[in-house]
């Protein structure tokens, strides 16, 4: 799931924190999803895929192994404007 939750959402070009505004939830959920940290209860699951315009199952398909991973955006926070 979590390949899938980033591939589809910087493909979209969207931040971790928009995601999060649009599928109710903090950012910090959808970092330690893609991170693999947490798991999602149905209901997320439910909620990440509708704002990411996608089946549920779209989140749940398995990658192909040898795929390259997804690349995180250009402008994300690690490399955005240093904060003081």
């Known amino acids: 799931m979590a390949w899938n939750l ?3 959402r910087t493909a979209r ?5 928009r995601l999060a505004v649009d599928a109710g939830v903090a950012r910090g959920w959808v970092s330690q999803i893609e991170l693999q940290k947490s798991n999602v209860t ?13 089946a549920p ?3 749940l398909a398995e990658h192909d192994p ?10 994300g926070r690690k490399l955005g404007e240093r904060r003081r």
């Open 6 to 8: 980033r591939a589809l």
């Open 13 to 17: 070009g969207l931040s971790q924190e």
């Open 42 to 54: 149905l209901d997320l699951l439910d909620r990440l895929a509708q704002a990411l315009d996608v």
């Open 57 to 59: 199952g779209a989140l």
């Open 66 to 75: 040898g795929a390259t991973p997804p690349r995180p955006l250009p402008n």
